[in-house]
C-alpha cells in the first residue's frame, strides 16, 4: 500500500533515497526553540505518525532546544528504522537569551557533531549541514575552514554525508572543491526566487535543494492572491506552496514543521495535490516570474 509521503516520489540524499516531502523538527522545542515542548506526549506522537504516513526524512539540529528536540526523536523513534534519514546542522549555538550566535571553529564543530550523536543515540550522522550565518540570506564569506573541519570528521568515520545551508552559489561552489555536497538548504519559495539558477544547476547534479521559509515573505497582495488560488481549489495556501515546489523541480525535498498531527497531514496531501498548467502559471504571476521552469 502507497504512503502518503510516497505519494510525492522520490530523489537520491548521498547513497539514500527519500521521499520528497520529509518533516522538520524544529518546532518541537519550545517556545523560540527553546526549551520543552508544551506537550511532550504529542511532540512524540508527531514523528511516530510522520514515519507511519511514510517519511523517511527528518531535518533536525542539536541546536533546537538545544538538545530537546533530539531528544524527543529518540524518545520516539529509536532504534531507527533501516530506511530513515536524520539530518542535522552545525554551525551556531544558542544562548540562554535565545540568540544564534554561530560556532564555526573546528573545535565547536567537532563538539556539535558529538552532541548530534549522544542526543540521537548514533554511532555516525548521516548527513551533517554547515549552516552559515545569515538570517534567510546569506553573507559572502569563505566556509573552507570549517568545511574542511566538517570533512576530516566525515573521513573519521562520523559523518556518512556532507550538506550546506544558507550559502551562495560560490559558497556552494567552494564547499564541493573540498568534499562532496549531496544537498543545500537555502531559503526558497513561490516568491522568493533568487535561488532559481542554482535549482536548476543542482538538478543536472543530481543534488538535492531544500528549501526553508516555503511560505515566508510574501507581501500581503501576494498572500491574497495565494488565498485566492487556494480557495478556488479548495485546500490552504500552504498545501498549495508546497504543491507548487514539489513541481518546480524534481531534486526540491520539502520539509514542511509542525506540532500538530492533524497538521502533519494535512502538509502530506500537498504531495498529492497535482497542479495543472494554468494554476501553476497563475502562482508563478505571483512571484514575479510570469514563465514556468520549463519555458526557460
Not at 107 to 130: F, T
Request: negative net charge; glycine residues 8%.
Amino acid at each position: 500500500m502507497t504512503t502518503t509521503a510516497e505519494k510525492s516520489g522520490q530523489f537520491a540524499l548521498g547513497d539514500r533515497t527519500v521521499h520528497r516531502i520529509g518533516y522538520g523538527a524544529m518546532r518541537l522545542s519550545g517556545p523560540n526553540i527553546m526549551g520543552p515542548p508544551r506537550d511532550r506526549d504529542e511532540a512524540v506522537a508527531v514523528l511516530r505518525r510522520a514515519v507511519e504516513l511514510g517519511v523517511n526524512h527528518i531535518d533536525t539540529s542539536d541546536y533546537y532546544g538545544p538538545h530537546v528536540t533530539n531528544e524527543v526523536i529518540r524518545e520516539a523513534l529509536h532504534p531507527y528504522p533501516d530506511d530513515l534519514t536524520i539530518v542535522t546542522k552545525v554551525g551556531a549555538r544558542r544562548t540562554p537569551e535565545g540568540e544564534w550566535p554561530e560556532a564555526l571553529s573546528p573545535g565547536e564543530l567537532r563538539s556539535a557533531v558529538q552532541d548530534n550523536l549522544d542526543h540521537l543515540g548514533l554511532d555516525v550522522l548521516d548527513v551533517v549541514n554547515l549552516r552559515l550565518p545569515g538570517f534567510a540570506e546569506p553573507v559572502e564569506r569563505s566556509l573552507a575552514e570549517p568545511f574542511e573541519a566538517l570533512a576530516e570528521l566525515q573521513q573519521q568515520g562520523l559523518i556518512r554525508h556532507l550538506g550546506v545551508s544558507n550559502v551562495t552559489t560560490q559558497q556552494f561552489a567552494e564547499a564541493q572543491s573540498i568534499a562532496r555536497v549531496v544537498c543545500v538548504q537555502n531559503h526558497y519559495n513561490l516568491v522568493h526566487r533568487d535561488d532559481d539558477p542554482l535549482v536548476d544547476a543542482l538538478a543536472l547534479e543530481g543534488i538535492a535543494y531544500v528549501p526553508f521559509f516555503p511560505l515566508g515573505g510574501f507581501t500581503p497582495l501576494q498572500s491574497a492572491a495565494l488565498e485566492t488560488v487556494a480557495g478556488r481549489l479548495e485546500t490552504t495556501p500552504m498545501e498549495i506552496a508546497l504543491a507548487w515546489l514539489l513541481a518546480r523541480s524534481p531534486n526540491l525535498l520539502l520539509i514542511p514543521g509542525t506540532s500538530s498531527s492533524a497538521h502533519l497531514e494535512q502538509n502530506l496531501e500537498s504531495a498529492a495535490r497535482v497542479l495543472g498548467p494554468v494554476e501553476l502559471r497563475e502562482l508563478d504571476r505571483i512571484g514575479g516570474t510570469g514563465t514556468l521552469p520549463d519555458d526557460r
